[in-house]
């Protein structure tokens, strides 16, 4: 793809819109780049790209730049519902994401892993089985390294692996996976897109361009996800808790797919959506030829990932379990039905238009008490008050208090927000660090 001279505007300057720029530049484009926060709000990349002469402008968006690029490329997180994006593609702009910018750059396979909840545990888990099988792989995109930093450069892999959001798949094309994982799908990101019509669309759009001769992995247990598998072309590969002759799937024992049997007992994961992930992660590999045995021993020692039903600790009884990286109600359902009962739920955050009483039948089945903390805490409230004991806390900081006094031996104290860190943390990350960080202090004072 030759884009020398072609006027092409990157909207968001975080990481990936850093490594977007400098790309465009080398491939000599004329490049503009936009960023609604001020200057000394972004990485000091974009002042370096400002001294060698990029066009930046920053703390708007103008709509002089907007309409004139060829392309525009959104980095991931900036919505498609810009009032200047909607503008921009109604005068003939192109807009795409930086995934389907990148794809046009890469010639090796990719295995596309994206759904509402999941995506980073199955994409490295699909990693490290194939890493362990031999092959050198690249692990990336909305996981680690945005896609762009390897285009013209993947020579150096054998395949690359790619967690996808419903972001980066809004904006692609051309973008074609030789295997497309989708895991689940529930509503979430509804701040960003439309509805949760668009929300599917975007992530179904992993399989819009593969033919016959790809392959689509799907959990068929998924309401959402087993409607649609009609319109897709690749050959298919089921997984789930229900017996196929042609899928994975678990049999209340064993893991089996055909003749093979995988025996993950002493799996570390926790959880019924955890083993669903692991019969991704073998459909995926068993695809690319990996030996059963390799997959078996590599899903039994994977450890889970930070802030994902991560065991925090014990405190006179207490276990505590940090899942900050459950930001939509869909993950904290998942979290609530890895536990048998007895649970003190912290939960709460930046509201991002999701209804929340799907977690009501679970919550009154299992929680002892709900604690709900951040922008969203009254709607939660407002949602599930009337099914549990529920308090409300300024601060994580409270809320552990709360916790830790209305709890008992035997308990579980579970942080799974539901919503996004944005209102009172700077990422899910920070959040369950200062959730841990929080525990940890009484467990020194206990």
């Known amino acids: 793809m030759d884009i020398k001279g072609k006027k092409v505007l990157v909207v968001g300057l975080g990481k990936t819109g850093v490594k977007t720029v400098r790309f465009l530049v080398k491939k000599e484009a004329c490049v503009r780049a936009s960023d609604i926060l001020p200057l000394e709000k972004l990485p000091d990349e974009v002042r370096e790209l400002k001294r060698d002469g990029v066009y930046i402008e920053t703390g708007k968006h103008s709509r002089e730049s907007f309409l004139w690029a060829d392309t525009i490329i959104l980095s991931p997180g900036v919505p498609f519902g810009l009032p200047l994006v909607e503008e921009a593609i109604r005068n003939g702009v192109e807009v795409i994401s930086e995934v389907e910018f990148a794809f046009r750059y890469v010639k090796k396979p990719i295995i596309g892993i994206t759904g509402s909840n999941g995506k980073t545990t199955t994409s490295t888990l699909v990693a490290r089985i194939l890493e362990a099988s031999g092959k050198r792989v690249f ?7 945005p896609l762009i930093q390897i285009a013209e450069q ?3 892999f054998d395949v690359l692996v790619l967690e996808l959001s419903s972001f980066q798949l809004q904006g692609t094309v051309t973008f074609k996976p030789f295997i497309g994982v989708i895991l689940n799908i529930s509503p979430n990101h509804l701040d960003h897109h439309a509805g949760f019509g668009e929300y599917m669309e975007s992530k179904f759009k992993l399989f819009a361009n593969q033919t ?4 689509s992995v799907y959990n068929f247990d998924d309401f959402y996800v087993r409607n649609y598998m009609p319109e897709i072309k690749a050959r298919k590969l089921p997984f789930g808790f229900t017996s196929t002759d042609k899928g994975v799937f678990f049999d209340g024992t064993f893991v089996r797919f055909g003749e093979e049997v995988y025996d993950l007992r002493e799996m570390r994961l926790v959880g019924a959506h955890n083993l669903e992930n692991a019969m991704a992660a073998i459909a995926s590999t068993r695809i ?4 059963p045995e390799v997959i078996r021993r590599e899903i039994v020692g994977f450890s889970p990932l930070p802030h994902r039903i991560e065991f925090v600790g014990e405190f006179n009884g207490v276990r505590f379990f940090n899942d900050s990286k459950a930001t939509s109600p869909g993950a904290t359902l998942r979290a609530l039905q890895s536990f048998s009962g007895s649970v003190i739920l912290i939960a709460g955050g930046k509201d991002k238009g999701v ?9 009154a089945r299992k929680v002892k008490v709900l604690i709900l903390i951040g922008e969203s805490r009254f709607q939660m409230q407002k949602e599930l008050g009337d099914r549990v004991k529920t308090h409300l806390a300024s601060s994580l900081e409270e809320a552990i208090e709360i916790a830790i006094s209305n709890s008992s031996r035997g308990d579980t104290v579970l942080f799974s927000p539901a919503c996004s860190s944005f209102d009172m943390f700077s990422s899910y990350e920070e959040r369950g660090r200062r959730f841990k960080e929080g525990v940890w ?6």
Do not use: P
Request: with cysteine.
């Open 355 to 363: 209804d929340y009483s799907m977690l009501g039948d679970e919550v």
């Open 154 to 156: 993947d020579e150096d």
């Open 212 to 215: 016959e001769d790809d392959w």
């Open 139 to 145: 692990l990336g995109a909305n996981i680690g390294t």
């Open 441 to 446: 202090k009484y467990q020194k004072q206990g």
């Open 288 to 291: 690319m030829g990996c030996d």
